[in-house]
């Protein structure tokens, strides 16, 4: 349950800036913990991408009245190989770092959680960087097991 004054909801076409904004945020974090993602470079094509979340309805929002303070987006796997369960994928949860120890990261976790029971989902996947221990500890406090380990190596 989300503190009393941050509402979790559908994200509408006028949250979309505002998401975008707070994915350069999050991905410019991310490289602090290896990601080799650019955070504005990659901008207009995740404006793109969230736009297709949102028409999808898996783009959802933490709002403190009308400012959006969080999002999580979340599909449901549609990959070319038969699985044994449905899968769902929450690609992104993100909350402002002034918002955060107030429970709203969980709200919108539970929220994509939500969304993909409704779709039919069994299991919902995610990753987070090997060196982001907050929030892996974030995830393994809501239930979340590793179930694949992947490796780089500079050439």
Avoid: K
């Amino acid at each position: 349950m989300p503190p009393a004054d941050i509402d979790i909801e559908r994200a509408t076409t006028d949250d979309l800036e505002a998401v975008a904004d707070a994915w350069v945020r999050l991905a410019r974090n991310q490289a602090n913990h290896g990601s080799h993602v650019l955070a504005d470079p990659n901008r207009e094509t995740m404006l793109a991408t969230l736009g297709a979340y949102q028409v999808d309805g898996g783009l959802l929002v933490a709002r403190d009245r009308e400012t959006v303070v969080g999002f999580a987006s979340v599909t449901v796997e549609r990959g070319s190989l038969a699985l044994d369960c449905t899968r769902g994928l929450l690609s992104n949860l993100y909350v402002e770092p002034e918002y955060r120890g107030r429970g709203i990261g969980t709200a919108l976790l539970e929220a994509a959680e939500d969304e993909l029971r409704g779709r039919g989902v069994d299991i919902c996947t995610l990753e987070a960087m090997a060196e982001n221990e907050s929030a892996r500890r974030f995830y393994r406090q809501a239930g979340y097991d590793s179930f694949r380990i992947g490796f780089e190596r500079t050439l």
